[in-house]
């Protein structure tokens, strides 16, 4: 944008309420335009707009509007289009843009053919997706799209420079601007937003007509002021639409009346259990989806949830089941949909990574049913029958989603995109691309440094591979042994230092014979998984805050039932071991392939500084920022190398750390890959070892849970933000926090 000149001369409205004026607050405040004029149906509106300063010059004459403008924006109600264009039409020249921001898209068009027969270059439809439930010109605001998405539907007559002036004007009020065709769009907003006010509308209604009314009305609970809060949008906007958008807003009506009736039925059979079902898996589709809106909104606008530990003298006691393996969740979604017959898992992560898993292959047309208090049925379509999902798969924020389907999708017979929230956006994918493309995938990176979206061209014939890991990377193997499954041949990974061996284990448990000797993990493609029961173990990673938290704090004694202790994740229960903490591991037993045992571990002795071994590194991956604040409370200076990997997690762990650790007074430095922490401990003294401070998690789940349990041994309030994430991995950590002993307070 040449930014000596504003970028139109002039704008003329025609309808300037809500949203027109909205949009002229921008432009004005901007200087996006020489003058600004509006046409409106009364007088009265257009001198209100002259008298807020938003137009130079109003008029009930749209001809008298439009005459010499570069720009022309419809912002009224889409019935009133074909009647205002038959006055203006004369008046749009070559080069004026044309514009509208009515919230249906194919009655616009519909009216300029009408109008127009062939439709001028400069005709670009829109509309924003924001707004509110009052109208006119005093209720617009400068912010109302931010953060927001505007649509344009260009068609075939569209200019491309008309669609990019437009552009630039609707991203300057802070808006994402997305293209869409007519048909997508009065589809999709059938969908979500016609339907919805529909419905809303509805309900009043409904109750309007009971005799009871004024009851339901005074006491009208939550639910109903949420769900009716639309209803009170502008009547005659809403006729319009409806009217407008006929026919997908009748499909999106049938499709609602369908679903009706079967919860009814349920309902009516005391069905319980499917009723549960269809509650269950509504709810988590919601929270999916809240979180793909997080990803947009709280992320970018930097709104975020807080943790605060106020300091008082805490304890931690009690016997506790953690929530399961999210590694495990994870492969037995992955493996349950491609085996033959059905995989029934218990004891699934109800996290929103795990959750993020699930829902990509139910947008790969597999039936699964649950999650339900951890239970999970998937009805595998076999090696071959994935189907092509009609969007982009969103992985939300697991990398282990991204890297692992990344090697199952390559092998695909259709194409697919995944992309994923603001953290995974800038995690490295090449190292998973690279191997994958010697093994001929069509697979592209196409985030800004080899990070996502990940595009990936089905109908590859991959071809086995011998690949040596360059770093130590369970996820990367995974990907790989994943492709390896449906490539010609023998594929093999040899590893530097051992990684976690969950898709070697569960791969065999589903049947599929994969050999590990030494370093190196091999299968041969063209076999086929049969579906099997999972029970998913406790997550030894979510343990592992709940094991540092009774370390470190005097008289506890905790007790963690049935936690995976698989040998390539235990590198926690070592490490603390060497530090001195008083932990043992009972009742060893298997469950589902997986080894697991109740952890007993008590806050009985000061813990001491060590250098780490950086053969347990690999096995405490994900362990290290809760393991830096046993470090910060032990005697003595804890040494950590050989563990680069950790800047390349949901956030740079190291510096992550670092930062926030120096804040509450410890001293402590960062190294290229590690880290070296004097730990303020002193044999037998259990007073405070942190100061009170503000640290950021930078949204990272296991920075967020550390810094938690630092709060255990802080002399002041800490306070946490940007914990939101937390619920990717431990949904339930500030509830068993809390009944442990902890004060947790969730700010959101
Ligand atoms: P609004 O606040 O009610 O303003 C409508 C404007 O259009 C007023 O200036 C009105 O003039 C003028 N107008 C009404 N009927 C007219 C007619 N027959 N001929 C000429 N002018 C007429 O409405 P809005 O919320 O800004 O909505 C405008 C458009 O934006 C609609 O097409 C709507 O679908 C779309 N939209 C609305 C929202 C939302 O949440 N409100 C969101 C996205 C898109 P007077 O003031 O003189 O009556």
Avoid at 126 to 134: D, F, K, L, M, T
Avoid at 479 to 500: K, M, N, Y
């Amino acid at each position: 944008m040449d930014m000596t000149q504003p970028l139109f001369k002039k704008v003329a409205f025609i309808g300037f309420g809500l949203i027109g004026s909205s949009l002229a607050r921008v432009i004005q405040q901007q200087h996006l335009a020489e003058h600004v004029v509006a046409s409106t149906r009364s007088e009265q509106t257009w001198q209100d707009a002259k008298a807020l300063g938003l137009i130079t010059e109003g008029y009930t004459d749209p001809v008298t509007a439009v005459q010499g403008a570069d720009l022309v924006i419809l912002a009224l109600p889409v019935q009133a289009t074909e009647v205002v264009l038959q006055r203006i039409a004369p008046y749009i020249g070559e080069n004026t843009i044309l514009t509208d921001v009515g919230s249906t898209k194919g009655n616009v068009v519909a009216a300029a053919e009408k109008v127009f027969g062939q439709l001028p270059q400069g005709f670009v439809p829109g509309h924003p997706i924001a707004g509110s439930e009052h109208t006119g010109v005093h209720a617009g605001k400068a912010d109302l799209f931010v953060g927001h998405k505007i649509i344009l539907t260009p068609l075939e007559c569209s200019a491309s420079w008309a669609v990019q002036r437009l552009t630039q004007l609707w991203q300057a009020t802070g808006a994402e601007v997305v293209c869409m065709s007519v048909e997508k769009h009065d589809e999709v907003l059938a969908h979500t937003s016609h339907l919805p006010h529909l419905m809303a509308f509805n309900l009043v209604a409904q109750f309007t007509n009971r005799q009871d009314n004024l009851d339901i009305f005074r006491y009208a609970a939550g639910g109903f002021r949420d769900f009716s809060r639309i209803a009170a949008s502008d009547p005659q906007m809403w006729h319009d639409i409806f009217l407008s958008n006929k026919d997908a807003i009748l499909k999106a009506v049938d499709g609602f009346e369908s679903q009706l009736c079967s919860i009814r039925t349920l309902i009516e059979k005391d069905d319980s259990n499917q009723l549960m079902q269809v509650l269950k898996e509504a709810q988590s589709a919601r929270q999916h989806f809240n979180h793909m809106l997080k990803k947009n909104t709280v992320l970018e606008k930097q709104v975020t949830q807080q943790f605060s530990i106020l300091p008082k003298k805490h304890h931690f006691k009690g016997t506790f089941t953690i929530p399961g393996d999210k590694s495990v969740s994870h492969r037995s979604i992955m493996f349950g949909s491609i085996a033959e017959g059905i995989t029934n898992v218990t004891g699934f992560l109800e996290g929103e990574d795990a959750l993020a898993t699930l829902q990509a292959f139910k947008d790969m047309g597999v039936h699964i049913e649950g999650p339900n208090d951890g239970k999970v049925t998937i009805h595998g379509v076999g090696m071959s029958g994935l189907k092509a999902p009609t969007k982009a798969l969103y992985m939300g924020n697991s990398g282990t989603s991204m890297r692992l389907l990344s090697g199952m999708l390559a092998a695909q017979q259709f194409d697919t995109v995944m992309t994923g929230d603001a953290s995974l956006s800038k995690r490295p994918m090449e190292r998973i691309a690279k191997p994958l493309r010697a093994m001929g995938a069509n697979i592209q990176t196409t985030g800004e440094k080899g990070t996502p979206p990940v595009s990936i061209t089905g109908k590859q014939a991959l071809q086995g591979i011998h690949y040596e890991l360059p770093m130590a990377s369970a996820q990367v193997k995974s990907g790989i042994l994943l492709a390896g499954l449906w490539a010609a041949g023998e594929t093999s990974v040899v590893e530097p230092e051992p990684t976690r061996d969950h898709t070697e284990r569960m791969l065999r448990a589903f049947g599929y014979d994969v050999k590990t000797e030494g370093n190196t993990i091999t299968l041969n493609g063209g076999g086929k998984l049969v579906g099997t029961d999972i029970q998913v173990p406790s997550d030894i990673s979510s343990a592992a805050f709940f094991m540092v938290a009774a370390a470190i704090c005097e008289d506890s004694d905790v007790t963690l039932e049935a936690v995976g202790i698989n040998p390539t994740r235990t590198g926690v229960i070592e490490i603390l071991k060497q530090m001195g903490a008083d932990i043992s591991v009972n009742n060893p037993r298997i469950a589902g392939g997986e080894p697991i045992a109740d952890i007993r571990i008590r806050g009985t002795r000061t813990l001491k500084g060590i250098h780490i071994p950086e053969d347990q590194v690999p096995l405490a991956i994900d362990e290290f920022p809760a393991l830096f604040v046993a470090a910060s409370c032990a005697e003595g200076r804890t040494i950590l190398t050989g563990a680069a990997e950790l800047r390349v997690k949901e956030s740079d762990r190291i510096q992550v750390m670092v930062d926030g650790l120096q804040a509450m007074g410890i001293d402590c430095t960062p190294t290229p890959d590690g880290i070296i922490i004097e730990g303020k401990g002193k044999s037998g003294d259990w007073s405070p070892i942190f100061t009170g401070a503000d640290v950021q998690s930078h949204h990272d789940h296991r920075i967020a849970m550390s810094f938690s349990i630092a709060g255990i041994r802080a002399s002041e309030k800490v306070t946490i933000h940007g914990t939101e994430t937390v619920a990717t991995s431990f949904p339930t950590f500030t509830q068993l926090a809390n009944e442990a002993g902890l004060s947790i307070d969730t700010i959101d």
